[in-house]
Structure formats: structure tokens, C-alpha cells
């Protein structure tokens, strides 16, 4: 055979199997605000190793960690545009398109982890419904994740009374928390995340609200004195999947995903508490952390009973149907 007869046949060949359906494993890449030691970053490890490892190989977990691709704010809108086929996000940068996700940040609505593990299984009414929603947009949760409870942080002054937030501003991270400062008789600031330490450092905002466990990551206790353990809302990400990229995936695979992801939400979810505790712990040995007692409660309770009918109103016949699927567990 000459070399024309090879190079002819060669190209045949490379035509032939360009024209074949490709068996080629599936790439699934997911964007993650956070740093792959958070607490959220291994729980995508988890699910990582065990999706390659169920699949066979078939389908591989790209994770971009530390905000790499987009910011936390930008997610929902990668992945329901294809941009990347999976995110995480905070369920808050969803109240702008779904206002009734805010129900978390509804004061006292779920004042244990009791309470929040009922509210946040995929079997739950308030789940369902939030999930059924979220589907509309073009993505579909996957799983939830657990990040803990809202405190409160100060800088010169301690916050142990709704009256001691008087005239303070606060940095908050959402409308319904804000409405909540209102209701004291604060001033709220939305702030992300990472803007927290300087805002404090530079005397920016004199408090602010944040996930227990991100004080020690953040290092906040090195720029605010006190910590209050209202624990008066509750924090929770979560991981979408492109529809049509879901879609586009055999059943076999799909169950693949499915399983990890309850399987890593439930590690994490039984894992929030001891994060908690021993954040608390941590914070203790920089700050003072103030624990508040059942009458202090009660005192935060009626002083935002307010918040509830603001969020009534922002969040429809959605919220109403959440807000009583809520006190019905």
C-alpha cells in the first residue's frame, strides 16, 4: 500500500469516527464561591469522589473553587444559561426571582436545628415547594447545604436587647434580614461576604449579621469585640444543575447524582452542629460571646414580630403557602 492509499484510508478512518456518537466520559464543572477547605468545599470532595467512583469513571466533577469563574451573586445565571453546568449559591441570591426563599430569614421561624432539618428534607412541604420553583428558572437543585445559624457581631458595644441595636448600622445580607434591623430600630447595610472584615476593620458599619461558622475563616473576632448568639435565621446553600445538561444525562447517570447528593447532604447536615460548636468554641477563646436566655428571646421575638408581615407581602401566594408549611412542622 503506497502512502496516497494510507493517507486516504486514514482520512476515511478519522471521517468514520467523527460521524460516531461519542462515548466519551461527561464533564460536569461546578462554581464555588467559597475555598475548597470551607466546610462546603469538602462537601463538594465528597460528592466529587463519590460520583466518579459510582460512574465508573463516566462522569468526572470539575470544581472551581474561591469564586474562580463568578461570584455568588452571578451563579444562578451561569448555570441557567449553560455558562457552567453546576453552582453553588446561597438560597438568598434566589429572593430576588423567588421572594419566598426568604422565609429562612424570617425571624424565629425556625429557632432550632430541630426544626431546620424538618424544613430542609427533600421530602419537606417547605422544600418541595421551594425546589418546584427554583426548577422553573432553568435549574434544578440538586442538594441542600447546611452553613448554620445567623449571629449577631459588634464592635465597641454589646447587642444583648433589641434596643441595643438602636441608631447602629448593620451589615446584613439580604431584604428580609434588613427588614429585621429596621424593625430594632437599626440602619441595615447589604454587604457580601467578603467586604465584612474591612467594613468592620474601618468602622464602616458598627454590627453586622453572619454564619457562626464564618467568624473564625473570615478571622472577624479580629476586628469585632462581641458575638450574640440570637440564632434568629438560618443560612442555606445549595447546588443546581443546568436542565438541560441534566437532562441530556442517561437515567443511570442521573441516579448517580441524585444518590451522592443526598448522601452528601446528609453528612453535612449531621455535621453543622459540631461546626457550630466548635466555631463557638473558637470565637470564645478571641471575643465575648453572649448567649441569650428564653426571655431575651422573647424580647427579639415581638420586637420583629413586623418582619413576618413585610415578607408576607414582598413574597405572594408562594409565601404564605411556606410561611404555613413552616408552622405546620
Do not use: C
Not at 91 to 111: E, N, R
Not at 121 to 131: E, F, I, N, Q, Y
Not at 157 to 168: A, L, R, S
Not at 266 to 284: F, T, V
Amino acid at each position: 500500500m503506497d502512502y496516497k492509499t494510507l493517507l486516504k484510508t486514514g482520512l476515511l478512518a478519522s471521517t468514520l469516527m467523527a460521524s460516531l456518537p461519542s462515548f466519551a466520559e461527561t464533564t460536569l464543572g461546578i462554581s464555588l464561591q467559597l475555598p475548597l477547605k470551607h466546610h462546603l468545599g469538602q462537601n463538594l470532595v465528597d460528592f466529587k469522589q463519590e460520583v466518579e467512583e459510582k460512574s465508573n469513571g463516566d462522569i468526572k466533577i470539575k470544581i472551581y473553587p474561591s469564586a474562580q469563574l463568578f461570584k455568588d451573586s452571578e451563579v444562578h445565571q451561569a448555570v441557567s444559561s449553560g455558562a457552567i453546568e453546576m453552582g453553588v449559591m446561597s438560597l438568598s441570591q434566589l429572593a430576588g426571582t423567588i421572594p419566598a426563599v426568604d422565609v429562612f430569614y424570617v425571624p424565629f421561624m425556625f429557632p432550632s436545628q430541630d426544626k431546620v432539618e424538618a424544613a430542609t428534607r427533600p421530602d419537606s412541604p417547605v422544600r418541595m415547594l421551594l425546589d418546584e420553583a427554583i426548577q422553573k428558572t432553568g435549574t434544578r437543585p440538586l442538594w441542600w447545604q447546611a452553613y448554620g445559624g445567623v449571629a449577631l457581631l459588634s464592635k465597641n458595644k454589646p447587642i444583648k436587647q433589641p434596643e441595643d441595636m438602636e441608631g447602629m448600622k448593620v451589615r446584613v445580607f439580604g431584604k428580609t434580614l434588613g427588614e429585621f434591623v429596621k424593625a430594632v430600630g437599626g440602619a441595615p447595610t447589604s454587604m457580601a461576604g467578603s467586604e465584612q472584615f474591612l467594613a468592620y476593620q474601618r468602622g464602616t458599619v458598627d454590627a453586622g449579621m453572619t454564619g457562626v461558622s464564618a467568624v473564625g475563616p473570615r478571622k472577624l473576632y479580629q476586628v469585632m469585640d462581641y458575638l450574640t448568639l440570637t440564632n434568629h435565621a438560618d443560612i442555606e446553600f445549595l447546588t443546581v444543575i443546568n436542565e438541560k445538561v441534566w437532562e441530556s444525562l442517561t437515567p443511570a447517570n442521573q441516579k448517580v447524582l441524585s444518590d451522592a447528593a443526598r448522601k452528601v447532604e446528609l453528612q453535612l447536615r449531621n455535621k453543622i452542629k459540631e461546626i457550630e460548636s466548635d466555631a463557638i468554641a473558637d470565637a470564645e477563646k478571641n471575643m465575648t460571646v453572649i448567649h441569650l436566655d428564653n426571655n431575651d428571646i422573647a424580647a427579639w421575638r415581638q420586637a420583629t414580630t413586623s418582619v413576618k408581615e413585610s415578607f408576607l407581602e414582598n413574597s405572594g401566594p408562594l409565601g404564605l403557602k411556606v410561611i404555613q408549611a413552616a408552622e405546620s412542622l
